[in-house]
């Protein structure tokens, strides 16, 4: 089974400062896709970016972009010029090519300081 | 492409009640899924529709919970004899397919009194 883990449950910055959001996890498999979703306070939970394991380049959706380590397993998100509008929980998550579930992490809470 | 929509957004009831929720999808999406969130937590997969059929559901579904999605349209969920470890936010994702990311619907609060 795939596992996981953020192990920074809280983060707070400063805006327009840069911040790195850590995620691992655990998988036998070659084939897969990694995700970062958002969820702010009360709304739902919106796709953020996604890096297909494959693919060596990492994924950059404007001020976000991932550092995908595939041997390390590791998935770090990074927020550059940070806004308010991006206080939320980040969620990591896993999905096996050819099984849609997605395994989620814990989260991180992040805050944005004005 | 108006979203996922989830209702009730906020279901309380007495322990013990019957509860269902309904998840529309975006539109000719053909996958569904079924997701539980408890505080402090990520989701957690419940179940999963392709079209009208369910291939695969979690062990974390107890035989006091089914899922339907008839004609491959809408779903709904029925917890019956519901339990306070039931209390939890119930969220909902439809998907167009292949490895197109999935969209959440805001999702259902069930509080247990």
């Known amino acids: 089974a795939q596992t996981v883990t953020q192990s920074q449950p809280e983060m707070s910055v400063q805006e327009a400062e840069t911040v790195t959001l850590s995620c691992t996890y655990d998988?036998?498999?070659?084939?897969?896709?990694l995700f970062w979703y958002k969820q702010p306070p009360s709304r739902q939970m919106i796709l953020v970016i996604r890096q297909e394991a494959y693919k060596q380049q990492n994924a950059t959706e404007n001020r976000f972009s991932v550092n995908f380590q595939k041997a390390a397993k590791s998935f770090s998100l990074k927020i550059s010029d940070s806004q308010l509008g991006d206080t939320a929980m980040y969620f990591c998550a896993f999905m096996n090519t050819g099984n849609e579930k997605l395994t989620f992490g814990t989260g991180t809470r992040l805050t944005i300081i004005p | 492409d108006t979203g996922v929509s989830q209702d009730p957004r906020h279901k309380i009831t007495k322990r013990g009640q019957n509860v269902t929720f309904r998840c529309d999808p975006i539109?000719?999406?053909?996958?569904l899924y079924w997701y539980r969130q408890t505080l402090g937590q990520g989701p957690e997969f419940l179940t999963y529709f392709q079209n009208e059929a369910q291939l695969e559901k979690s062990r974390l579904l107890s035989d006091r919970f089914s899922a339907e999605r008839p004609k491959g349209s809408f779903s709904t969920l029925e917890i019956q004899r519901t339990e306070q470890g039931d209390s939890a936010m119930y969220l909902c994702a439809s998907q167009g397919g292949g490895n197109q990311p999935q969209h959440f619907g805001d999702g259902t609060r069930l509080s247990i009194l």
């Open positions: 539109s000719e999406h053909n996958r």
């Open positions: 998988t036998s498999e070659s084939n897969y896709y």
